[in-house]
T-cell receptor, first 114, second 115 residues
Framework: AQSVTQLGSHVSVSEGALVLLRCNYS??????LFWYVQYPNQGLQLLLK??????LVKGINGFEAEFKKSETSFHLTKPSAHMSDAAEYFC????????????FGQGTELSVKP | EAGVVQSPRYKIIEKKQPVAFWCNPI?????LYWYRQNLGQGPELLIR????????DSQLPKDRFSAERLKGVDSTLKIQPAELGDSAVYLC?????????????FGPGTRLTVL
């Protein structure tokens, strides 16, 4: 079975500071990994995904994530936070034999201070 | 291109009452998902459709929940009777064709409050 753990339910950064949101996964087979963002009263939007190609994945809005098999991690980063980045972020895992079923972490709420 | 459409956006009912949610996926998307998102949690899959067929309903509480996707396009999720613990956001998503690496596109959800 697969699972995802997001370390830190709340992260607060200053505008212009580095954003680092942590995600660790567990999977008995090679995983596919996703980061989604959810703004208030909206659905989830895909930021980026790892599907076994390049381990460093670039997404929308300047975000990127690196797949590290040895650490079972897929942390999300952005060099400089904007106020508009304030939202809930979800890491999710799937595998080839799950037919598209996503297992989500509990989410990390990102606050950006001016 | 229109995104995933869900209605209603908000619903407040008393326990033991029935409730239904409607979803219209992105045109051409064969795969449709219903997720439930409890407060402070990530979404959890309830049911997945490939066209008209429910291919994964293992997480659907079948004693009170039912779903249908007639003609393989829009879908309805029903709860009867609702319980206090059913208060959550119900999200619909779609993808094409629905493999493990495909992007799922989510609707805005229906926020259900059971009193």
């Amino acid at each position: 079975a697969q699972s995802v753990t997001q370390l830190g339910s709340h992260v607060s950064v200053s505008e212009g500071a580095l954003v680092l949101l942590r995600c660790n996964y567990s999977s008995s087979v090679p995983p596919y990994l996703f980061w989604y963002v959810q703004y208030p009263n909206q659905g989830l939007q895909l930021l980026l995904k790892y599907t076994s190609a390049a381990t460093l994945v670039k997404g929308i809005n300047g975000f990127e994530a690196e797949f590290k098999k040895s650490e079972t991690s897929f942390h999300l980063t952005k060099p400089s936070a904007h106020m508009s980045d304030a939202a809930e972020y979800f890491c999710a895992v799937s595998t080839y034999n799950q037919g598209g079923k996503l297992i989500f972490g509990q989410g990390t709420e990102l606050s950006v201070k001016p | 291109e229109a995104g995933v459409v869900q209605s209603p956006r908000y619903k407040i009912i008393e326990k033991k009452q029935p409730v239904a949610f409607w979803c219209n996926p992105i045109s051409g998307h064969n795969t449709l998902y219903w997720y439930r998102q409890n407060l402070g949690q990530g979404p959890e899959l309830l049911i997945r459709y490939e066209n008209e067929e429910a291919v994964d309903d293992s997480q659907l509480p079948k004693d009170r929940f039912s779903a249908e996707r007639l003609k393989g396009v829009d879908s309805t999720l029903k709860i009867q009777p609702a319980e206090l613990g059913d208060s959550a956001v119900y999200l619909c998503a779609s993808s094409a064709p629905g493999t493990s690496t495909d992007t799922q596109y989510f609707g805005p959800g229906t926020r259900l409050t059971v009193l």
